[in-house]
T-cell receptor, first 112, second 113 residues
Framework: GEDVEQSLFLSVREGDSSVINCTYT??????LYWYKQEPGAGLQLLTY?????DMKQDQRLTVLLNKKDKHLSLRIADTQTGDSAIYFC????????????FGAGTRLAVHP | DGGITQSPKYLFRKEGQNVTLSCEQN?????MYWYRQDPGQGLRLIYY???????QKGDIAEGYSVSREKKESFPLTVTSAQKNPTAFYLC????????????FGSGTQLSVL
């Protein structure tokens, strides 16, 4: 079945690392994504990883993929107040068109 | 600058009324999408269109209608048949190149009076 699950809330101190976790169910996923949504705005693609990769790093962002456990994580190093937002995990299911399945989103709160 | 424009930002619907949400993009993207976002839930796909004059139902199409007469435009009508329309509506577009990179508009908050 199609399901992407995330914890709903994470609170971290400014300067610490944040780790946002996601589990997905469909092993045929080709790409997995992390999107960021700031209040009252649309989603912005942060990064993505191809399903045959284990890790991808992009400046302060590190994505880890464990295909065996169907677990995806996003690590934000040196978290800043501007990182406060909702982070959505999503997977692409291969079908008639590449359908994106989104998780419910993790709200990241960064405090001083 | 290229992007996706949604309007209005806030919209109020009276009972029995149809309302139309606008979505325009100048990114030259072929594919366009409408998602509904409810608090604490992921995005749910309402309709999508891969090319002009063609569109398909998503997971929650009942009570909604769309058209795709121009590549740049993909308006969504919330009909009176949609009994629970209060939500944040997001339009997106993408260029189909394997990786499904969606570009989102800033959304429309629809509320019922």
């Amino acid at each position: 079945g199609e399901d992407v699950e995330q914890s709903l809330f994470l609170s971290v101190r400014e300067g610490d690392s944040s780790v946002i976790n996601c589990t997905y169910t469909d092993s045929s996923s080709t790409y997995l994504y992390w999107y960021k949504q700031e209040p009252g705005a649309g989603l912005q693609l942060l990064t993505y990883i191809f399903s045959n990769m284990d890790m991808k790093q992009d400046q302060r962002l590190t994505v880890l993929l464990n295909k065996k456990d169907k677990h995806l994580s996003l690590r934000i190093a040196d978290t800043q107040t501007g990182d406060s937002a909702i982070y959505f995990c999503a997977e692409t299911l291969v079908g008639g068109y590449n359908k994106l399945i989104f998780g419910a989103g993790t709200r990241l709160a960064v405090h001083p | 600058d290229g992007g996706i424009t949604q309007s209005p930002k806030y919209l109020f619907r009276k009972e029995g009324q149809n309302v139309t949400l606008s979505c325009e993009q100048n990114l030259n993207h072929d594919a366009m999408y409408w998602y509904r976002q409810d608090p604490g839930q992921g995005l749910r796909l309402i309709y999508y269109s891969q090319i002009v004059n063609d569109f398909q139902k998503g997971d929650i199409a009942e009570g909604y209608s769309v058209s795709r007469e121009k590549k740049e435009s993909f308006p969504l009508t919330v009909t009176s048949a949609q009994k629970n329309p209060t939500a944040f509506y997001l339009c997106a577009s993408s260029i189909r190149q394997g990786v499904e990179k969606l570009f989102f508009g800033s959304g429309t908050q629809l509320s019922v009076l």
